[in-house]
Antibody
Framework: EVQLVESGGGLVQPGGSLRLSCAAS????????MTWVRQAPWKGLEWVAY????????YYVESVKGRFTISRDNAKNSLFLQMNTLRAEDTAVYYC?????????????WGQGTLVTVSS | DIVMTQSPDSLAVSLGERATINCKSS????????????LAWYQQKPGQPPKLLIY???IRESGVPDRFSGSGSGTDFTLTISSLQAEDVAVYYC?????????FGQGTKVGIK
């Protein structure tokens, strides 16, 4: 069974930093593209970033470029999101998800999410 | 960026009746080499992560009840719930995964009339 467990969320002041983690199990993590998607309180879904299986290619939504870095450790079956220079508008639940190769790239398995609150 | 526009924003349907949600892409999301539309539908219930229902516009994910179906062509797509059940109350999102950035529709809230 695929399991994705996010951690690392919390309350941080504007301008601060936070590192999110996603522990993966139940599938060959090193073979999968992975992604982060966020959801602001009472709002819709927003794709944030994704990363190639070997970690050599990363893509970001424009609003986080230069501030967020997606990375992975295939030896530890873990995905990360380093978030710097945080803003109030980054407040959201952050989900990690697998990107299905079989379905052409749909996000198929999701974690439960971790809440990031940016506030003074 | 490809803009995904859903309609309506919300709808209320009687139990057992049909619910129809529309999603329009601002440009083609058809990959010509395999003739597939790179569109997915998700269901999100309160306090839960999204759940994949449909991919490639019309293929039902394993385990999804057959009352859920996806259709469409060009830039217009539809998610249909043929006979609404109480457990289908949720927000539904479309996602295009044809291009980067990946973009979602704004969501459609489905409730019971």
């Amino acid at each position: 069974e695929v399991q994705l467990v996010e951690s690392g969320g919390g309350l941080v002041q504007p301008g601060g930093s936070l590192r999110l983690s996603c522990a993966a199990s139940g599938f060959p993590f090193s073979s999968y593209w992975m992604t982060w998607v966020r959801q602001a309180p009472w709002k819709g879904l927003e794709w944030v970033a994704y990363i190639k299986p070997d970690g050599t290619e990363m893509y970001y939504v424009e609003s986080v470029k230069g501030r967020f870095t997606i990375s992975r450790d295939n030896a530890k079956n873990s995905l990360f999101l380093q978030m710097n220079t945080l803003r109030a508008e980054d407040t959201a639940v952050y989900y990690c998800a697998t990107i299905s190769g079989s379905y052409g790239g749909a996000f198929d398995n999701w974690g439960q999410g971790t809440l990031v609150t940016v506030s003074s | 960026d490809i803009v995904m526009t859903q309609s309506p924003d919300s709808l209320a349907v009687s139990l057992g009746e049909r619910a129809t949600i529309n999603c329009k892409s601002s440009q083609s999301i058809l990959y010509s080499s395999n003739n597939k539309y790179y569109l997915a539908w998700y269901q999100q219930k309160p306090g839960q992560p999204p759940k994949l229902l449909i991919y490639w516009a019309s293929i039902r994910e394993s385990g999804v009840p057959d009352r859920f179906s996806g259709s469409g062509s060009g830039t217009d797509f539809t998610l249909t719930i043929s006979s609404l059940q109480a457990e289908d109350v949720a927000v539904y999102y479309c996602l295009q995964y044809y291009d980067t950035p990946r973009t979602f529709g704004q969501g459609t809230k489905v409730g019971i009339k």
